[in-house]
C-alpha cells in the first residue's frame, strides 16, 4: 500500500521558517519523483516544488525560489521542504504527491499518489 506522511506544518510568523516532512512507503522510492503542493484557501491547488529522486533534480515554483529548498534522503525515503523568509501568503495545507517520473515537475495532474496535508499558517 503506498502511503505519503506529511508533517511539521504549524504556525510561523513572517520571515521565520519550517521544514516539511513526507515519509513515503508502498513503492520504488528511488524511481519517483516528490512534489510538495500546497492549497490556500479559496484558492487552486498550486505546486511549488518537486524533486526526482533518481538524481536529486529539483524544480520550483517563481513564487518560492531562492526561498524554499526541496531535498530528498534515499535511505530513509523520506523528502523535505525547508522553507525560509515564510509569508502570510506561504499560508495553506501542504500535501506531498508522487509520481513515476525520472524527472521533477509540476504537472499536478500528472501525480498519482497523495499524502494528507499538514497545514502552515503564516501570521504575525
Known amino acids: 500500500e503506498v502511503q505519503l506522511q506529511a508533517s511539521g506544518g504549524g504556525l510561523v510568523q513572517p520571515g521565520g521558517s519550517l521544514t516539511l516532512s513526507c515519509a513515503a512507503s508502498?513503492?520504488?522510492?528511488?524511481?519517483?519523483?516528490i512534489a510538495w503542493i500546497r492549497q490556500a484557501p479559496g484558492k487552486e491547488r498550486e505546486g511549488v516544488a518537486s524533486?526526482?529522486?533518481?538524481?536529486?533534480?529539483?524544480a520550483y515554483a517563481d513564487s518560492v525560489k531562492g526561498r524554499f529548498t526541496i531535498s530528498s534522503d534515499n535511505a530513509k525515503n523520506t523528502v523535505y521542504l525547508q522553507m525560509n523568509s515564510l509569508k502570510p501568503e506561504d499560508t495553506g495545507v501542504y500535501y506531498c504527491?508522487?509520481?513515476?517520473?525520472?524527472?521533477?515537475?509540476?504537472?499536478?495532474?500528472?501525480?498519482?499518489?497523495w499524502g494528507q496535508g499538514t497545514l502552515v499558517t503564516v501570521s504575525s
Open positions: 504527491a508522487a509520481h513515476a517520473s525520472a524527472g521533477p515537475h509540476l504537472l499536478l495532474i500528472e501525480y498519482d499518489y
Open positions: 508502498g513503492f520504488t522510492f528511488e524511481d519517483y519523483a
Open positions: 524533486v526526482a529522486n533518481t538524481d536529486g533534480d529539483t
